[in-house]
């Protein structure tokens, strides 16, 4: 994966996430860490669980935010696996400022880590078949840019950032607007130059968007054969996307029905931290 699928969001979001975790933590200050000498600390990262690094700008501002001078030696880079028990980085700074940093620090790693590696799971499942694994917009509030980052760490692709960058015409729009193709027009007129993806729940649906060309259509919830019958009838014109329902288990055999993408909320809705451990080196 290139550096430039891997670049993280800008400095101004990171601090900005950084800033409310830190705020929630510290509050009025850091009793406990009152009681130490404020003396240059060394410090490693474990990490206890084979896992996918991702996450490392929003660790790093962390410590720099109570201690400019810190510094971190990373020995794995994001979007890499990590075995078990590996020591991840080695890191330097001021004690008060290091141990008040470190859960909010590690609370962005085991969150966007766990991310990236159940991405990975579900890209490895779909290993030599034309379909892309796309995220959704069931993200953590707060911290959508974050995880979608962590999902192309993770080898998986984003789906649209939020409401503002794609036309998606779900089932309560073509409902609310009077059809798929009343929607369509309305939103050739209003917004020419969005991409557009139309929700579809029936073949005859698909036939019908098909006819309309939108830039992707969505399969939600179809059964295998009816993914496959809607790849036939597609022939290439339209991309399409399942969506509803996805697991591992039956990842493989939807990935064969030819779809070019499916889309899974529980790359970030589902979240297993992945374990990680601070430890001062005397």
Same mark, same amino acid.
């Not at 101004?12 to 406990?32: K, P």
């Not at 939807?254 to 889309?263: E, L, P, R």
């Given at each position: 994966m290139s550096q430039r699928e891997l670049r993280p969001p800008d400095a101004? #979001? *990171?601090? +900005? &996430? #950084?800033?409310?975790?830190?705020?929630? &933590? =510290?509050?009025?200050?850091?009793? /406990?860490?009152d009681l130490l000498p404020d003396a240059p600390l060394r410090a490693q990262l474990l990490c206890r669980e084979q896992a996918v690094l991702a996450g490392t700008p929003w660790f790093e501002a962390c410590l720099h935010a109570l201690d400019s001078g810190a510094r971190? *030696?990373?020995?794995?880079?994001d979007g890499e696996t990590m075995p078990a028990g590996a020591t991840v980085c080695v890191m330097t700074g001021r004690s008060r400022a290091l141990l008040s940093a470190e859960r909010c620090a590690i609370n962005f790693l085991q969150t966007l880590s766990g991310t990236a590696t159940i991405t990975a799971h579900y890209v490895a499942a779909v290993a030599g078949t034309r /379909? +892309? *694994? =796309? &995220? /959704? +917009?069931?993200?953590?509030?707060?911290?959508r840019l974050a995880q979608k980052y962590a999902v192309r760490c993770g080898g998986g692709s984003n789906h649209r950032i939020g409401l503002f960058d794609m036309v998606l015409i779900k089932e309560n729009h073509i409902a609310a607007?009077?059809? *798929?193709?009343a929607a369509v027009t309305a939103a050739r007129t209003l917004h020419p130059e969005a991409p557009m993806e139309v929700e579809v729940e029936t073949l005859q649906q698909l036939d019908e968007a098909l006819s309309l060309r939108p830039d992707r259509i969505l399969l939600d919830n179809f059964s295998l054969a009816d993914m496959a019958s809607a790849v036939q009838r597609s022939a290439g014109r339209v991309p399409l996307e399942a969506s509803g329902g996805v697991d591992l288990q039956h990842l493989r055999a !939807?990935?064969? /029905?030819? #779809? &070019?993408? !499916?889309?899974i909320g529980a790359l970030t809705k589902h979240v297993h931290a992945v374990d990680f451990s601070l430890r001062v080196v005397q």
């Open positions: 101004a #979001v *990171i601090a +900005r &996430d #950084v800033a409310r975790s830190l705020a929630e &933590d =510290l509050g009025s200050g850091d009793l /406990t860490a971190c *030696i990373w020995r794995f880079a /379909t +892309r *694994i =796309l &995220d /959704t +917009r069931k993200t953590l509030p707060g911290l607007a009077g059809g *798929i193709s !939807i990935a064969a /029905t030819g #779809v &070019d993408f !499916i889309s």
